[in-house]
């Protein structure tokens, strides 16, 4: 499988725990983004990465959260201490330098009880 | 699976018929459209796109209308099938270097068997 993949696909966390999801985008993209979707909704921009640059950051993106991509291929996105409003799909994306389209994964659903 | 499709406009269809799934959006700036696919318990599926500098795109089965003047952009999916069930995104990219895409409200396209 060459899309975007994402690990693991189903999370469920106590409130107040920290999460860490994976996301291992398509080989030859250096461009990767974060995305999260609540029910009904269509996805919300929260970060971007050109290569292992972190280029921009939506103002979802609350301190409690924080994304990496050390080596410009797999990235992961962390959430500290997590409330129950942070319930919701976490999607990753790729493209390749010319930015469009975006490829996406099939998301970590992150249930918080 | 969970549905992203909740509480959301939606066409349905009889099989074999043509779908024509709409979409209206806000800002001047943007320079690119994609049409998105996304199934229950999916990530969104690139379907086709188009730019500002074009008004019509065609693929297989499915061709993108863009429609500047008043803001419109339509799907148009020929001889719908039962696998078309899905909800539909339109989304846009804002001209001026930033790469977030931006959804719109999805619309649920139910194939009539």
């Known amino acids: 499988d060459t899309g975007v993949s994402q690990d693991p696909r189903h999370k469920i966390t106590k409130r107040g725990q920290n999460v860490t999801f994976r996301c291992d985008p398509i080989?030859?993209?250096?461009?990767l983004y974060w995305y999260r979707q609540t029910l009904g909704q269509g996805p919300e921009f929260l970060t971007y990465?050109?290569?292992?640059?972190?280029?921009?950051k939506s103002r979802l993106l609350s301190d409690r959260f924080s994304a990496e991509r050390p080596k410009g291929s797999f990235s992961t996105l962390e959430i500290q201490r997590t409330e129950q409003g942070d319930s919701a799909m976490y999607l990753c994306?790729?493209?390749?330098?010319?930015?469009?389209?975006?490829?996406f994964g099939d998301g970590t659903r992150l249930s918080i009880l | 699976g969970e549905s992203v499709g909740l509480h959301l406009p939606t066409l349905s269809v009889q099989e074999g018929d043509n779908s024509i799934i709409n979409c209206a959006y806000s800002?001047?700036?943007?320079?690119?459209f994609i049409w998105y696919k996304q199934e229950s318990g999916k990530g969104p599926q690139f379907i086709i796109d188009?730019?500002?500098?074009?008004d019509k795109r065609q693929g297989q089965r499915v061709t993108v209308l863009l429609n500047k003047t008043v803001k419109h952009l339509s799907l148009q999916i020929a001889a719908t099938q039962p696998g078309d069930s899905a909800v539909y995104f339109c989304?846009?990219?804002?001209?001026?270097?930033?790469?977030?895409?931006?959804f719109g409200t999805g619309t649920k396209l139910q194939v009539i068997p």
């Open positions: 994306a790729s493209s390749s330098t010319g930015g469009q389209p975006q490829h």
């Open positions: 188009i730019r500002s500098n074009m």
């Open positions: 800002n001047s700036a943007s320079d690119y």
């Open positions: 990465f050109q290569n292992e640059a972190q280029l921009e």
């Open positions: 989304a846009e990219n804002i001209a001026g270097g930033y790469q977030k895409v931006t």
């Open positions: 080989s030859e993209h250096n461009r």
